[in-house]
């Protein structure tokens, strides 16, 4: 089997690469480098099956041989950049969706597209389904990654009633593990760095507002029963354990023996920023027989592992 995999130097991205080359699959990763870090891939560099491409999809890809599956996870996905880069990051969600869509069709291959629980705006409904429209506003400093996502998933969902493509639509919650990037901007880096390091924990407001977090490891395993399932409906994959921005930052001080606490500060949240979010994973679990295993701690654990390391080296 052979797959190509966009965003693939990427913390999602570098993941599937390390999970389908352990099931005997020849991978090619395709990256621009614009977030995405060779570091993740570098014990790859003399896999005989893995294959990397310096490349912007929202240009045409060419690529040679036959493709049973195309997987696109390449996106600006946390605030920092795609406040920075907001051009690249609607392009990425229309026209990298639509080179990576026609390269699935050319190759009769399945197709994937990472989209994401920003679907589904700042909601009205809690926790949220599939079937949920959201409460978004596309014109909002968040409305570039937000309804490039959107966007995604109609072109997706035309090229599968159109053309009988193979497609899969997974909606993406709060995700976090091992090669997130210390300037990612979300919290888990946010927290840990600041807990290595000996210092206060920054809460914006008062804490009260909600995440649910889900260790890498579980989302890979929700993304390969999607891929190989009959299921062409957008599918929510996260951990719907609820926990209060609060209690999290207590969780990671207990788990780092930091000293240094929590320090409240103004709300700076970007306007539209959810104050809840929660996934309703019933779909997943009927129609994959998916549910998160690794619990919160277990997964934490091993992130501030790999922090702690990068902390050293730097």
Same mark, same amino acid.
């Not at 593990?177 to 919290?187: E, H, S």
């Not at 994973?281 to 998160?292: D, N, Q, T, V």
């Not at 619990?295 to 902390?311: A, D, I, N, P, R």
């Given at each position: 089997?052979?797959?190509?995999?966009?965003?693939? !130097? @990427?913390?999602i991205?570098?993941?599937?690469?390390?999970?389908?080359?352990?099931?005997g #699959?020849?991978?090619?990763?395709?990256?621009?480098?614009?977030?995405?870090?060779?570091?993740?891939?570098?014990?790859? %560099?003399?896999?005989?099956?893995?294959?990397?491409?310096?490349?912007? /999809?929202?240009?045409?890809? &060419?690529?040679?041989?036959?493709?049973? !599956?195309?997987?696109? =996870?390449?996106?600006? $996905?946390?605030?920092?950049?795609?406040?920075? #880069?907001?051009?690249?990051?609607?392009?990425?969600?229309?026209? @990298?969706?639509?080179?990576?869509?026609?390269?699935?069709? +050319?190759? %009769?291959?399945?197709?994937?597209?990472?989209?994401?629980s920003?679907?589904?705006?700042?909601?009205?409904?809690?926790?949220?389904?599939?079937?949920?429209?959201? %409460?978004?506003?596309?014109?909002?400093?968040?409305?570039?990654? *937000?309804? @490039?996502?959107?966007? $995604?998933?109609?072109?997706?969902?035309?090229?599968?009633?159109?053309f009988?493509?193979?497609?899969?639509?997974?909606?993406?919650?709060?995700?976090y593990?091992?090669?997130?990037?210390? /300037?990612?901007?979300?919290?888990v880096?946010?927290?840990?760095?600041?807990?290595?390091?000996? +210092?206060?924990?920054?809460?914006?407001?008062d804490?009260?507002?909600?995440?649910?977090?889900?260790?890498? *490891?579980?989302?890979?395993d929700?993304?390969?029963?999607?891929?190989?399932?009959? =299921?062409?409906?957008?599918?929510?994959?996260?951990?719907?354990?609820e926990?209060?921005?609060?209690?999290? $930052?207590? /969780?990671?001080?207990?788990?780092?023996?930091?000293?240094?606490?929590?320090?409240?500060?103004?709300?700076?949240?970007?306007?539209?920023?959810?104050?809840?979010?929660?996934p309703d994973?019933?779909?997943?679990?009927? !129609?994959?027989?998916?549910?998160?295993k690794?619990?919160?701690?277990?997964?934490?654990?091993?992130?501030?592992?790999? =922090?702690?390391?990068? &902390? +050293?080296?730097a």
């Open positions: 089997m052979r797959i190509l995999i966009t965003g693939g !130097a @990427g913390f991205g570098s993941h599937l690469c390390d999970r389908f080359l352990s099931l #699959y020849s991978v090619i990763a395709v990256d621009n480098l614009i977030t995405g870090d060779l570091s993740n891939l570098e014990h790859l %560099n003399n896999h005989p099956d893995f294959t990397f491409l310096n490349q912007d /999809v929202s240009e045409p890809i &060419s690529i040679e041989g036959e493709l049973d !599956a195309v997987l696109h =996870f390449a996106s600006l $996905a946390s605030p920092p950049h795609y406040l920075r #880069y907001p051009i690249e990051t609607l392009k990425v969600g229309s026209y @990298g969706t639509h080179n990576t869509l026609d390269l699935a069709l +050319e190759k %009769n291959a399945r197709y994937l597209l990472a989209s994401t920003e679907i589904y705006g700042d909601p009205l409904e809690h926790p949220q389904k599939e079937t949920y429209l959201g %409460n978004v506003d596309p014109i909002g400093l968040r409305g570039v990654y *937000d309804e @490039g996502k959107r966007y $995604a998933e109609a072109l997706t969902m035309a090229y599968h009633r159109k009988g493509l193979r497609t899969y639509i997974v909606r993406i919650f709060n995700t593990g091992p090669r997130m990037t210390l /300037v990612d901007g979300r919290v880096p946010n927290f840990v760095s600041q807990a290595i390091r000996g +210092e206060p924990l920054t809460v914006y407001g804490g009260g507002q909600t995440r649910s977090f889900q260790y890498v *490891d579980d989302l890979i929700g993304l390969l029963k999607q891929l190989y399932s009959d =299921f062409h409906e957008p599918i929510n994959i996260g951990n719907p354990h926990m209060t921005i609060l209690g999290f $930052a207590e /969780v990671i001080n207990r788990l780092t023996d930091n000293p240094g606490g929590i320090v409240f500060m103004p709300d700076q949240r970007i306007s539209g920023d959810p104050q809840t979010r929660c994973i019933s779909r997943a679990y009927e !129609a994959l027989g998916w549910e998160p690794v619990s919160l701690e277990e997964g934490l654990q091993k992130t501030v592992e790999y =922090f702690q390391k990068l &902390s +050293e080296k």
